[in-house]
């Protein structure tokens, strides 16, 4: 299989054909900064156009009405502006640690491999995998559009489980909801991919490895919830 001829149709490639893309980004690793810098922006477009359309002044209700534990100080600071710089920050920082920490399992379940690559390499690919979660902020997007911008905040956001379930901040699940991805079958078939791609190890081992992370992580977190 040819690799991705250049940066733009790799970003292609990640939806039309993934070894392609990854071939590509073993040879260039520095294309991998490309998604990533794709991936921040995403958040600020999406955000920056949901407050252009919210019904602000029924937001803030709605948010002061589900919020019981505020001080009237706390409540000040639901202003529009800092509402959207938190849920940008809170975005990019997900997303940033997602791949940092990916990469980090990647790099470590691979050593067994003859072919070994460094951690920016794996960082590069952890961007391609994560990259399908624009096309969420697009759908997110077009959702607020269509409901004329009568949608809360936590259920905006239709890369997580949460857009469809709209758990208030107050309830028990509610963090789980909003970091668990839609996209998740999409993610482990991207990292399946990228391990086929790079490594000579066997379909079924490099199922495992890509899907581990994902199912253990939040295996594990609605444990501790249904314990706690």
Not at 53 to 58: E, I, P, S
Not at 59 to 81: C, G, R
Not at 199 to 216: D, H, K, M, N, Y
Request: negative net charge; hydrophobic residues 55%; proline residues 6%.
């Amino acid at each position: 299989m040819m690799p991705s001829s250049n940066p733009l149709i790799m970003l292609v490639d990640i939806f039309r054909s993934p070894s392609a893309c990854f071939l590509a980004l073993h040879q260039r690793g520095m294309w991998g900064w490309q998604p990533y810098i794709f991936l921040i922006i995403s958040p600020f477009l999406f955000w920056g156009a949901y407050f252009d359309l919210v019904n602000f002044d029924w937001l803030f209700k709605t948010l002061s009405s589900q919020m019981v534990d505020l001080t009237p100080q706390q409540l000040e600071l639901l202003d529009a502006n800092t509402l959207m710089a938190m849920e940008i920050i809170q975005d990019i920082t997900y997303r940033t640690i997602t791949i940092l920490m990916l990469a980090f399992w990647f790099k470590l379940a691979t050593k067994p491999s003859q072919h070994q690559h460094g951690y920016w390499r794996w960082v590069a690919a952890s961007a391609v995998i994560l990259f399908p979660a624009v096309l969420g902020d697009l759908a997110s997007y077009v959702s607020v559009l269509l409901n004329h911008g009568y949608v809360m905040t936590y259920a905006a956001d239709l890369n997580s489980l949460n857009g469809l379930l709209k758990l208030p901040p107050s309830n028990d699940w509610s963090a789980f909801a909003s970091a668990f991805p839609l996209l998740l079958p999409w993610y482990i078939a991207l990292g399946y991919a990228a391990v086929i791609s790079w490594t000579e190890f066997e379909r079924g081992q490099a199922l495992v490895i890509s899907a581990l992370p994902w199912l253990g992580y939040y295996f594990f977190w609605a444990i501790f919830i249904l314990i706690f």
